[in-house]
Protein backbone atom coordinates (compact mmCIF):
# COMPACT_ATOMS: atom_id res chain seq x y z
CA UNK A 1 0.00 0.00 0.00
CA UNK A 2 1.35 3.08 -0.78
CA UNK A 3 1.75 5.41 2.03
CA UNK A 4 2.37 9.24 2.95
CA UNK A 5 4.90 9.01 6.21
CA UNK A 6 6.59 12.14 7.92
CA UNK A 7 10.54 11.37 8.27
CA UNK A 8 11.77 13.59 10.95
CA UNK A 9 15.02 12.71 10.29
CA UNK A 10 15.03 14.16 7.17
CA UNK A 11 12.73 16.88 8.20
CA UNK A 12 9.91 15.76 5.11
CA UNK A 13 6.83 14.21 4.12
CA UNK A 14 7.98 10.86 1.94
CA UNK A 15 5.81 8.50 0.28
CA UNK A 16 6.40 4.29 0.63
CA UNK A 17 5.10 1.23 -0.06
CA UNK A 18 4.06 -0.36 3.21
CA UNK A 19 2.01 -3.81 4.00
CA UNK A 20 0.19 -3.82 7.07
CA UNK A 21 -0.15 -7.47 8.62
CA UNK A 22 -0.19 -9.10 11.55
CA UNK A 23 3.47 -10.26 11.77
CA UNK A 24 4.79 -6.45 11.50
CA UNK A 25 1.99 -4.20 12.98
CA UNK A 26 0.29 -3.45 16.24
CA UNK A 27 -3.07 -2.30 16.36
CA UNK A 28 -4.36 -0.80 19.68
CA UNK A 29 -8.15 -0.69 20.74
CA UNK A 30 -7.48 1.20 24.05
CA UNK A 31 -7.54 4.81 22.91
CA UNK A 32 -9.43 7.30 23.66
CA UNK A 33 -8.51 11.09 22.02
CA UNK A 34 -7.13 11.81 18.99
CA UNK A 35 -3.83 11.98 19.86
CA UNK A 36 -3.39 8.24 21.21
CA UNK A 37 -1.19 5.30 19.29
CA UNK A 38 -3.39 3.64 16.42
CA UNK A 39 -0.94 1.33 15.46
CA UNK A 40 3.01 0.79 15.10
CA UNK A 41 4.61 -0.84 12.41
CA UNK A 42 8.06 -2.35 11.52
CA UNK A 43 9.58 -0.93 8.32
CA UNK A 44 13.04 -1.20 6.72
CA UNK A 45 14.44 -1.49 10.53
CA UNK A 46 12.75 1.24 12.19
CA UNK A 47 9.26 1.76 12.94
CA UNK A 48 5.90 3.35 11.99
CA UNK A 49 4.04 5.21 14.39
CA UNK A 50 0.21 6.36 13.32
CA UNK A 51 -2.16 8.54 16.01
CA UNK A 52 -5.60 7.85 15.97
CA UNK A 53 -6.68 11.00 13.71
CA UNK A 54 -5.36 12.14 10.11
CA UNK A 55 -1.94 12.84 10.60
CA UNK A 56 0.54 11.55 8.78
CA UNK A 57 2.49 8.41 10.51
CA UNK A 58 5.56 9.04 11.46
CA UNK A 59 8.89 6.58 10.44
CA UNK A 60 11.73 6.61 13.12
CA UNK A 61 14.73 4.89 12.00
CA UNK A 62 16.26 3.80 15.63
CA UNK A 63 13.24 1.55 17.28
CA UNK A 64 11.32 -1.44 16.58
CA UNK A 65 8.02 -2.56 17.98
CA UNK A 66 10.10 -5.37 19.86
CA UNK A 67 12.36 -2.56 21.44
CA UNK A 68 9.58 -0.92 22.81
CA UNK A 69 7.93 -4.03 23.80
CA UNK A 70 4.64 -3.27 21.96
CA UNK A 71 4.25 -0.28 24.56
CA UNK A 72 1.81 2.32 23.21
CA UNK A 73 2.49 4.63 25.66
CA UNK A 74 5.96 4.19 24.96
CA UNK A 75 5.71 4.57 21.52
CA UNK A 76 3.83 7.78 22.06
CA UNK A 77 6.95 9.48 24.30
CA UNK A 78 9.16 8.39 21.57
CA UNK A 79 6.90 9.70 18.76
CA UNK A 80 7.00 13.25 20.82
CA UNK A 81 10.54 13.58 21.10
CA UNK A 82 10.73 13.56 17.13
CA UNK A 83 7.42 15.73 15.96
Known amino acids: MEETVYNPHKGRLETIHVKYSKENTTWFDNY ?4 DIYMITDYKGGI ?6 YTYPV ?25
Open 32 to 35: KDSE
Open 48 to 53: LIKECN
Open 59 to 83: WLYDFTRDEIGNDQKKAKEIRSQYV
